[in-house]
């Protein structure tokens, strides 16, 4: 059998074990719901609290502006919705590169009628055209809001959050950024980021799958998106997924600590393989702004088009290496990425995205190199 190399962690990571470990007592003896009043329960709202408090300390916000839930798209979901029907925003701007979870929200309240909805440009590299925003905004007499990514999962393009963030101040308008690329991957400071909303997901970063958090500014007031118990200060229904917070919290520390080192040596890996790469196989490109503003997990490549290159993955897969055809979270018929048909609209080539974690090593990227000449 062939010794798998992983290179798809934005779609996933592995769970950091010890994450597990701070976990485990949570799957077995300690597991008393947290609603309850009684010992059991008291000990596991106490986990929960904790975990909160942990985070909110990590991300420069409030306890009491973080909730958790079952992971960004929920996130999302929650801050869109709430957006339109609670803060009375009429009018929705985004960009054609989100997220499915951020796109087919805003589709979905667009063609219900609930708000009109805007596309801002992006430019040739995958940033988002900031001239073009501040027209957008300009030219709306409507409450706004701009949900707008932090990092593009795909090609890795990073957001100034901060002058996005002013720019809504100046407007009036509500800011919604999807973080799950960069929470648990760069520093995120709230307390000083102009955002009424970001969003987190614990797979993203050796943390459990299925936990997310939405941070509220302690200035927004909406309404639950989930309705029935009380749970989440009333604004999450349903048991909480208990193991799945305080294994969100665990990594999310770890991710921290961890953090100078571990995005060093990312960077460069990164950098090596697009050196590598360069040099081995003719014609190849990459997308976005992978040397500029970028987020050191993601490199978008894209390879000439032959009749070997259009089964690349395929092939990949067989030698043992995981890689994505651009975003994971509907790999299935592969309809090509809408990231990259917005960016770089060339029927010539085939794109793969990589990603790495801490434990990618350059002799994983060595094996991917000679297999990709191998079959280019």
């Known amino acids: 059998m062939t010794q798998r190399i992983y290179l798809d962690n934005a779609a996933t990571t592995p769970l950091d074990p010890k994450v597990l470990e701070t ?8 597991f008393g719901n947290p609603s309850s009043i009684y010992s059991y329960g008291r000990e596991t709202r ?6 909160r408090k942990s985070v909110a300390k990590i991300l420069g916000a409030h306890p009491a502006e973080i909730f958790f839930t079952s992971g960004g ?5 929650t801050a869109i919705t709430a957006a339109v029907r609670d803060l009375g925003c009429t009018h929705i701007i985004s960009s054609p590169i989100e997220h499915h979870a951020t796109l087919y929200t805003v589709e979905v309240l667009h063609k219900r009628g609930e708000a009109a909805l805007s596309w801002v440009k992006i430019l040739p590299n995958g940033h988002v055209d900031m001239e073009d925003l501040e027209l ?8 706004t809001l701009v949900t707008l990514m932090h990092a593009n999962n795909e090609i890795g393009n990073m957001l100034d959050i901060h002058a996005v963030g002013e720019l809504c101040k100046k407007y009036n308008a509500i800011f919604h950024s999807d973080t799950v690329q960069t929470v648990g991957h760069f520093p995120i400071d709230l307390r000083n980021t102009p955002v009424h909303f970001v969003t987190g997901a614990g797979h993203k970063f050796h943390g459990p799958k299925g936990v997310g958090i939405l941070y509220i500014n302690e200035n927004v007031k909406i309404h639950p998106y989930i309705n029935g118990g009380g749970q989440e200060r009333n ?3 349903g048991t909480e997924n208990l193991y799945g917070i305080v294994g969100f919290a665990k990594a999310l520390e770890i991710a921290t600590a961890g953090y100078e080192q571990d995005s060093a040596h990312m960077n460069g890996l990164k950098r090596y393989l697009m050196e590598q790469l360069t040099a081995a196989i003719p014609g190849v490109a990459f997308n976005g702004d992978p040397l500029g503003r970028s987020l050191y997990t993601v ?5 000439p088009k032959t009749e070997k290159s259009e089964m690349l993955l ?12 651009g975003s994971a979270c509907t790999s299935g018929a592969d309809q090509g990425s809408h990231v990259i048909r917005a960016i770089n609209n060339n029927p010539n080539q085939v794109t ?8 990618t090593t350059k002799e994983e990227l060595d094996k991917l190199v000679a297999v990709l000449k191998e079959q280019l």
């Open 352 to 359: 793969v995205r990589f990603s790495f974690c801490k434990h």
């Open 314 to 325: 395929f092939n990949l897969d067989i030698n043992g290496i995981c890689a994505s055809g």
């Open 73 to 77: 798209t929920e996130s999302s979901n």
């Open 299 to 303: 490199l978008s490549v894209s390879f």
């Open 23 to 30: 976990m485990m007592p949570y799957l077995t003896e300690k």
């Open 46 to 51: 106490l986990a929960i609290e904790t975990a």
């Open 235 to 237: 604004m999450r229904a």
């Open 136 to 143: 957008l905004l300009a030219s709306t007499e409507e409450k």
